[in-house]
């Protein structure tokens, strides 16, 4: 696609449900990485993948957040028994490949708000 | 771990004044990247420094790489209410970028 297409854009969800987050990365890139941004905060790594392999799992917070990618291509990442301060901003993003010198491109996030 | 840090967190400026932000790394860099986030939006690539002592310009935009490769700084000349959001700086580590703290400004119209 034109861009890294995420969805969806919000979802709220109930503390104790699982959701599951969509990632389109740009056609091409291999690299993938999840990012968790807090309200008004940085961004917070989560994991790598590079084709369908994650090299990098080491940012996931807790056993309840797994991610895959399959195909090479769309990722999805799964929070299972949502907590409120799961609520955030995830954000992935998609390069060439990993290099000291490609540059990310960002999807406009998923809005994710656990009540 | 490495650790990019910027400062400062927050800075509020009057149109039209000059505004830095500074970013400082644990470790010693193989390239500095700049992002810029817009209100509400996602983190859009600004450009990358890879050489010790690089500057580099964008219009009103000057990026600097520091001798050692552990800083950066970002300097905006005579800032506009388009410059608002929050920049941050990038460093490389294994197998992921390693976003700094960022540092959000205010244009005041």
């Known amino acids: 696609g034109a861009g890294v297409s995420q969805s969806p854009s919000n979802k709220v969800t109930e503390k104790g449900k699982d959701v599951e987050l969509r990632c389109d990365p740009i056609s091409g890139h291999t690299a993938l990485y999840w990012y968790r941004q807090s309200l008004g905060q940085g961004l917070e790594f989560l994991i790598y993948?590079?084709?369908?392999?994650?090299?990098?799992k080491s940012g996931l917070p807790s056993d309840r957040f797994s991610a895959e990618r399959t195909g090479g291509s769309v990722s999805t990442l799964t929070i299972q028994r949502t907590q409120q301060e799961d609520s955030a901003v995830y954000l992935c993003?998609?390069?060439?490949?990993?290099?000291?010198?490609?540059?990310?491109?960002f999807g406009q996030g998923t809005r994710l708000t656990v009540v | 771990g490495q650790q990019v840090m910027q400062i400062p967190q927050y800075q509020h400026v009057q149109e039209g004044e000059d505004f830095t932000t500074y970013c400082n790394s644990s470790t010693t860099l193989s390239n500095i990247q700049w992002y810029k986030q817009r209100p509400g939006g996602h983190p859009v690539f600004l450009i990358q420094l890879v050489k010790s002592g690089e500057v580099k310009k964008q219009k009103r935009l000057t990026f600097q790489f520091g001798e050692a490769k552990k800083n950066s700084s970002l300097h905006i000349t005579a800032t506009q209410t388009t410059d608002v959001g929050t920049y941050f700086c990038?460093?490389?580590?294994?197998?992921?970028?390693?976003f700094g703290t960022g540092t959000r400004l205010k244009v005041l119209a």
């Open positions: 993948f590079q084709g369908n392999s994650a090299p990098d």
């Open positions: 990038a460093g490389m580590g294994t197998y992921k970028y390693i």
């Open positions: 993003a998609s390069s060439l490949t990993w290099s000291w010198n490609t540059e990310a491109f």
